[in-house]
Structures are given as structure tokens and as C-alpha cells.
């Protein structure tokens, strides 16, 4: 017997055993469907192509182009043969299934002709489906009520925001008002100031310009004193014999001036006049001289008389037998003269220099270029004082009073400045918060300020809403920015179902790095998985309560990642 129509009876097709449903209709055809198939007239193929008689359908032959004429045989090749699945959720599945010995539906009706021993087991699956789905209405529920609180503290936020808004902006009018103020408190006490310290300027200059030529002169009337002392036959002109005969000038101190030592201070001449003395020979001269005056020639202090003694030098003739255990010491360490630093220091420079000339280590030529010759700085002889006192100097009490006023009103000032700039600030941050979409009801604004993380294999991704995305290797490299807060881009009818952070850091020879986020209710705000699909794109899964719909609204299926789709 050739089995055409599903009865409600059982119906035996190729050795086969088919539960039949209770309405009539051919094997594999939706209830849906049912009255396209008439068993007293002729069946017009469903997309129109033709008409055959009713014996053709279900005959494993396929008429139909669009295979509606074989919805229980595996003929057509574009066919679907419907499982009814009584117990759990119909299902098409495409023709070529049927009798594949696979079994695809649950109620077996697909393999009724094969080998394969399929069972019944809609009634299990069915149960355990409608547990599952059951606890995911609750959990739905339970997401649906969080939002409620979502959505209240949202609003709260929101408020207190707008209060704390129109509290800085009256704060920030008194700042600026207090800033006015305080700005023309310091232009009229800077007027004064300005006045007294141009005038002060000028004085000052004056004073430092008399100042400097006083010393020009006293430096000129020195050099000239020293020349006229040098010039023994007060000819106007110094020769080497003069400077040979001026121990000040035995640089090397062996005893003896030679006329290499006073070529020289004349700049490697035989002679030198008074003009390039004052301009040339001075300045080199100096150092020398004044060190010398100052230790061999003390017409005034009263300094102790060992202190004004020359110190003496390790191998040098004339050594003084006493100072024998103390020599020891000049091998490496400079000795200690007593004397204040600068002149201590030029005296090791000399011992140092003749060690060097003990040990052979200088060629000839070179004795006139590593003379260590005291440098202008090394004897200064400008009272150190004086210097300090130049540093420090003050204004008149006069002007320091003015000064102190204008210092004190542009500090008041700064800080009223500084609180309006404080003030802008925060309120412009908090505008930009008052700026951002939380979703229709704010029931999204809990959710900045937080971070979630999710942690793979490699990286660790942290997604702070309204603000960032980042991927953290594991390595321990840098974080990477994966994108800054865009916008919302779900479909129109559910656009909070999907954010965009966008700029992120640039990949190497490709894109701007950027993030999706898919959103999907569930109870706790968290993020469940990070994946690349492509280089440099990244998709965040999250789940949160924001996005839970009641649970007998039907249209919080589409925002269900797993919802289940009926075909
Ligand atoms: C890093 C990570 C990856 C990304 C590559 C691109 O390694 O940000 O996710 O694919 O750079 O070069």
C-alpha cells in the first residue's frame, strides 16, 4: 500500500512505521500548509511552475520546480520536508534529509523508510526545552526587574547631575565675578608697581654703569701701577731680562726665570710696549703677579707668618730639611697649604705641574703649552661679597612695598583664576556626561564609571562603556586602546542592542582598531566573550539587565543571543 496522506492512523510506507498527524495532509507538509494539498483535485505546484494530479505528489518523482510537489520523498532537490515533532517544536528541514539515515527530526518521521532505528524523543527534548526555556523567562524576569532598578538609579543620576549642574554654574558666575574683581585689584596695583620699578630700573642701571667703569679704571690704573713696576728701566717698554729678573714669573719655581718662562707672559716676543701690555700682556700676566703680591707681598695683613711663606715644593732645590716627613705626601694628594682655597689650589696646581717635570713626562716642546698658569677667575680679586650682595640686591623700601602689594593682588588673582578654570572644567565634564545616550529610560548611565573585563588565551579586554575599549596582552606589553566611545548602532527597532567604539590605536599597515558590542540580557553586567573576527575589528558579547525586556513581550527575543527561531 502506497502511504499518500499523513492519517490519523498509522500508515505503513516502505516497510516504514509513520505516526500519522490528526489533520489530513500529505507526509512532510506544515499544517500551515495543509489546505494547498487537496486530495480531490488536481495540486498546483506552490510557486506557480504547473499542475499535476494528486497521485504525482509524494511519489518520488519531482514535478515541481520549486519541489512542493514532494514534501515527504527526498526527490526535489530544493524540497523541505516538515517535522510535526508533536511534544517539542516543529522543524523543515531541507528534502535531501529525508531517509539519509540521519536522524534530524526528533519525532524520527524524517527516516521513515531507512535503516537507521530513529525513536521518538520530542517528548524529553520538548521537557527539557520548556525547563530551559522556563528558567530563561525567570532569569528574563528577574533581568527585567534589575532594570526597573537600573532605570531609577539612572534617573536619580541624572538629577542629581542637572542639581549639581545649576550649582556650578551659579558657583562658577560668583568665581568669575570674584575673579573680575580680583583682576582689577591687580591691574591697579600693578600701575604703581610698574612706575616705581621702570624708575627703579633706571637708577639701578645708572648705578651699575658708574659701577663698571669705576672698576675699568681701578683695573687700568692696577695694570699701569704693575707695568711701571715691571718696567725696571722705566723705558716704556718690558724686555725678557726685566721678567726674568721677577721671580714671579719662575712658573716652574725651579729657581730660575728663563727666558722661555718670561717669552711667555710677552706672548712669545722679545719686547712689549704699554698699549699691548694693557690690551695683551696683562690679562695674561695677572693671575701671576697679583697671587705673588698678595703671598710674598703683604704690606698690611697680619696673616701668620708661616701662611706667607712659599710652600714648598717635593724636589726643588732649597728644600727645607724640616718639611722632610711631610714630602712624602706630595706623591698623589695635594698638600695642604694653609692658605685660603684659591691660593691653595694654584699652589697644588704648581707642585702637580713639577711632579710631572720630575717624571719626565712632558717633551721640551711642550713646556710652555702645559704651563698651569692660574686662570683670571682663580685669583678674582673682586670681593666675593659684593657679588652676593649684587644677587641680592633689593628694592628700596619704597618699591619693595609696591612690589609686595602687586605680588599679593596677582596671587589673589591666580587663585580666582584658577578656581573659574577648576569650576569650567567640571561643569564641561559634567555636561558631556548629561550629553551621552543611557538608553531611553537611562537605564545604561550605571553602567559609566564601571569596567568589565573578559580574559582569553592571549589578552585581557576591558570594556569601559561610554568610555574605552582596551586589549591588555598577557605578555605583559602595553595595553592597546581598541576604541573610544561611539555611538549606538543596533537595528532601528532595538538600537541599544549594539555599541561602537571607534579611533582606536592604528594596526600596522591596516585600520584604525575598533570595537562592536553586542548586547544580550542576562542578569549580571558582565562581558562574556572578546573575539577578532577581523584583523584589528574586535566583538564584545555583554550581557545586562539595561537590555531585558518582560518576559511575555515577545520582542525581547530579538535581543536574545540563543533565542530560537522557528523555520
Ligand atoms: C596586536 C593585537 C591583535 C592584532 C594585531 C595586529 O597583536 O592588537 O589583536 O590583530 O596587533 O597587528
Redesign the pocket.
Known amino acids: 500500500m502506497k502511504c499518500i496522506l499523513a492519517l490519523s492512523m498509522l500508515c505503513l510506507v516502505s516497510g516504514a512505521v509513520v505516526k500519522a498527524a490528526e489533520v489530513l495532509r500529505p507526509r512532510g507538509v506544515a499544517l500551515s500548509k495543509a489546505s494547498f494539498y487537496d486530495p480531490t483535485r488536481d495540486f498546483n505546484c506552490l510557486d506557480g511552475s504547473g499542475t499535476i494530479p494528486f497521485t504525482y505528489v509524494n511519489d518520488d518523482y519531482c514535478d515541481c520546480q520549486d519541489g512542493s510537489d514532494e514534501p515527504g520523498t527526498s526527490a526535489c532537490p530544493n524540497g523541505f520536508f516538515h517535522c510535526t515533532n508533536v511534544g517539542h517544536s516543529p522543524l523543515n528541514i531541507p528534502s535531501s534529509r529525508v531517509n539519509d539515515g540521519v536522524c534530524d527530526c526528533c519525532d524520527a518521521s524524517d527516516e521513515y523508510a531507512s535503516v537507521s532505528n530513529c525513536v521518538d524523543t520530542c517528548r524529553e527534548l520538548g521537557r527539557a526545552a520548556r525547563e530551559e526555556a522556563a528558567k530563561q523567562q525567570e532569569e528574563r524576569l528577574k533581568g527585567f526587574q534589575m532594570r526597573q532598578s537600573m532605570i531609577e538609579e539612572g534617573r536619580k543620576r541624572k538629577k542629581e547631575a542637572e542639581v549639581k549642574m545649576d550649582e556650578l554654574k551659579k558657583e562658577k558666575e560668583e568665581a568669575e565675578a570674584m575673579r573680575n574683581e580680583k583682576e582689577e585689584i591687580k591691574k591697579i596695583a600693578e600701575e604703581p608697581e610698574k612706575e616705581a620699578l621702570e624708575k627703579y630700573n633706571t637708577i639701578e642701571q645708572e648705578r651699575k654703569a658708574k659701577a663698571e667703569e669705576e672698576q675699568k679704571a681701578k683695573e687700568d690704573a692696577e695694570a699701569r701701577e704693575a707695568f711701571s713696576h715691571l718696567d725696571n728701566d722705566g723705558d716704556g717698554i718690558l724686555t725678557v731680562a726685566e721678567l726674568q729678573s721677577r721671580q714671579t714669573f719662575d712658573t716652574n719655581r725651579d729657581g730660575e726665570v728663563t727666558a722661555e718662562e718670561a717669552k711667555f707672559y710677552l706672548r712669545q716676543e722679545e719686547s712689549m710696549d704699554l698699549e699691548t701690555f694693557l690690551v695683551s700682556g696683562w690679562p695674561m700676566m695677572r693671575p701671576t703677579y697679583k697671587m705673588d703680591q698678595r703671598m710674598f707681598v703683604p704690606p698690611t695683613t697680619e696673616a701668620p707668618a708661616e701662611a706667607l711663606t712659599p710652600p714648598p715644593v717635593p724636589g726643588s732645590e732649597g728644600k727645607d730639611e724640616q718639611q722632610g716627613e711631610e714630602d712624602e705626601h706630595f706623591d698623589d694628594e695635594d698638600f695642604d697649604t694653609g692658605l685660603d682655597p684659591e691660593i691653595s689650589r694654584y699652589v697644588n696646581s704648581r707642585a702637580n705641574w713639577e711632579l710631572m717635570s720630575d717624571e719626565g713626562d712632558m717633551e721640551d716642546d711642550d713646556v710652555i703649552e702645559d704651563y698651569d698658569i692660574p686662570e683670571d677667575d682663580d685669583v678674582e680679586d673682586i670681593p666675593k661679597e659684593e657679588e652676593e650682595e649684587e644677587v641680592e640686591q633689593k628694592y628700596d623700601e619704597e618699591t619693595q612695598k609696591l612690589v609686595d602689594a602687586a605680588n599679593k593682588a596677582r596671587e589673589d588673582f591666580d587663585e580666582a583664576d584658577r578656581r573659574v578654570r577648576d569650576l569650567t572644567r567640571e561643569l564641561r565634564s559634567l555636561e558631556e556626561t548629561q550629553e551621552k545616550d543611557y538608553g531611553p529610560e537611562e537605564e545604561f548611565r550605571v553602567m559609566d564609571g564601571n569596567c568589565y573585563e573578559y580574559t582569553d588565551r ?2 585581557t579586554y576591558r570594556l569601559c562603556p561610554f568610555d574605552k575599549a582596551i ?1 591588555k ?1 598577557k605578555s605583559g606589553h602595553g595595553e ?1 586602546r ?1 576604541g573610544q566611545w561611539g555611538e549606538w548602532t543596533g537595528p532601528e527597532d532595538y538600537k541599544y542592542s549594539r555599541m561602537k567604539y571607534t579611533n582606536g ?1 592604528t ?4 585600520p584604525a ?1 575598533s570595537a562592536d558590542v553586542h548586547i544580550y540580557c542576562g542578569v549580571d553586567t558582565k562581558l562574556t566573550g572578546v573575539t ?1 573576527p577581523n ?2 575589528e ?1 566583538l564584545f558579547e555583554m550581557t545586562t539587565p539595561a537590555v531585558c525586556t518582560k518576559p511575555d513581550d515577545v520582542s525581547g527575543d530579538e535581543s536574545t543571543p540563543h533565542g530560537h527561531t522557528e523555520l
Open positions: 592571549e589578552y586589549q596582552p592597546i581598541l590605536q594596526c600596522w599597515n591596516g582598531r577578532e584583523r584589528c574586535y
